[in-house]
């Protein structure tokens, strides 16, 4: 039986890029945290998401609606979902229909349009760190917020896949490229955008990787 810290990193030699993986996914892949990866993830982002209540608000890679649903339920007045798979859009449930597909690093959206921009672990799917972070800063406007996650730097010196179950049960793994702190650091900064604050929530259950970090949670500020 898969341990729980495992659950969502074993190996597999069934490679898929983001677009195909993420088709296959959408069908076992609910709006909630279904590992202990992403259940780490979310308490992380959830500490550092600043009031919506009245704004709005955009989530990059939606998937399903996972951010979109912790948006409207704290109050924001419009979210709007991106994401590039329809098959994961159209596993959300229907209150959340207000979901487009697109390109993390070529935004169908107006400049300096959103309060706040959120993405959940998907930066890692995208080799370019600077084109995704510099299209996240071009639609904040001014004084907005950036939060966003990925899977730590950690893992890739652990030899971890981020992987999933089809609802054959059948194994794979989903392309995933290393961000190092610094390289987050350098985007931020070149899309005008400030870190004002980071989390890096450790492994806490008994396993060779307990006191490791799991994830890499990042918050920045769009200067004026």
């Known amino acids: 039986m898969t341990n729980r810290v495992e659950e969502g990193l074993f190996r ?3 490679l898929l890029e983001p677009a195909e993986a993420y088709a296959r ?7 909630v945290p279904h590992n202990l990866l992403m259940e780490m993830e979310q308490a992380a982002m959830l500490e550092l998401l600043p009031e919506v209540r009245n704004k709005v608000a955009l989530d990059l890679a939606c998937g399903s609606g996972r951010y979109v649903n912790h948006l409207r339920a704290r ?6 979902g991106l994401d590039l798979s329809r098959e994961m859009m159209a596993a959300a449930p229907s209150p959340q229909k207000k979901l487009l597909q697109g390109d993390l690093c070529a935004l169908p959206l107006a ?3 959103f309060d706040l921009v959120v993405c959940g672990l998907a930066v890692g799917h995208v080799e370019n760190l600077h084109s995704v972070i510099a299209e996240a800063g071009r639609v904040l406007h001014a004084g907005g917020d950036l939060l966003y996650s990925d ?5 890739a010196l652990a030899g971890w896949q981020r992987t999933f179950r089809d609802k054959n049960g059948k194994e794979y793994a989903v392309r995933h490229f290393t961000h190092w702190y610094e390289d987050h650091v350098a985007a931020c900064r ?6 004002t604050a980071v989390r890096e929530p450790k492994i806490e259950i008994d396993h060779k990787w307990r006191g490791f970090p799991a994830v890499l949670v990042i ?6």
């Open 25 to 31: 996914w959408a069908a076992t892949y609910p709006p």
């Open 12 to 14: 597999s030699s069934n």
């Open 190 to 195: 070149a899309a005008g955008l400030e870190i």
């Open 75 to 80: 109050g924001a007045a419009n979210v709007i």
């Open 151 to 155: 899977f730590h730097p950690f893992g």
């Open 219 to 224: 918050k920045a500020l769009k200067k004026a």
């Open 111 to 113: 400049s300096a349009a």
